[in-house]
């Protein structure tokens, strides 16, 4: 079936297990994030172990108020997505086909994800002051899911794309989570220079 026809579409195992791997690294984050919030629930002093030094401050971030933008911890909400991420992951494992409304959802929630972690990316570079390590393997995790889940959709012309885009995305994909995350890496060593380098 041709992509411009494609009305259900499953995948190859590459963005099958690419899916779990992400799913389940965001769970890892958000679970380890979660604990410590219970931690620092029952004893304000408590310092998590991933409070390394003034700029890699775990703690500094779980107290922030960009650390409950809905009124409840960032990381339940991780809990969630990430979990579902996983289980599509999975269902395409066994051979699932989803139809072309079920891949535009999934792309339109790895847009919301990847969307929110640049506003947490921003607000810990600049309004915090701080960085959490888990936070950081969140943040990676979604940026390729989402990179990965938008080429898929793009490809099977779930989404509309010029040709020549759909063939870059065909043997290139892997170029722009690794310059995103190049991105947000060179805003970190830029924005603590003094720090990584005194």
């Not at 994030?33 to 775990?58: A, M, Q, W």
């Not at 009124?71 to 809990?79: A, C, D, I, S």
């Not at 640049?118 to 990179?147: H, K, P």
Request: proline fraction near 6%.
């Amino acid at each position: 079936m041709s992509p411009g026809r494609a009305r259900t579409a499953g995948s190859g195992p590459g963005l099958a297990l690419l899916l779990v791997i992400t799913g389940a690294v965001g769970l890892l984050a958000s679970w380890m994030i979660t604990l410590d919030e219970f931690k620092l629930l029952e004893d304000p002093d408590f310092v998590p172990g991933c409070s390394l030094n003034p700029v890699v401050s775990c703690g500094s971030v779980m107290e922030s108020d960009q650390a409950r933008v809905f009124g409840f911890p960032n990381p339940m909400l991780g809990l969630v997505a990430y979990a579902v991420v996983g289980c599509v992951g999975v269902s395409l494992l066994a051979g699932a086909r989803f139809p072309r409304w079920f891949w535009l959802a999934l792309a339109a929630g790895c847009l919301f994800g990847v969307g929110f972690v640049s506003w947490l990316q921003f607000e810990s570079l600049y309004r915090i002051d701080a960085l959490c390590l888990w936070c950081c393997l969140a943040w990676a995790a979604t940026i390729v899911m989402f990179w990965y889940t938008a080429s898929f959709a793009v490809r099977n012309a779930f989404l509309p794309a010029p040709r020549r885009l759909r063939i870059f995305l065909d043997e290139f994909t892997w170029v722009l989570p690794l310059l995103h995350i190049g991105v947000v890496g060179m805003l970190v060593l830029t924005r603590w220079w003094d720090f990584w380098t005194g």
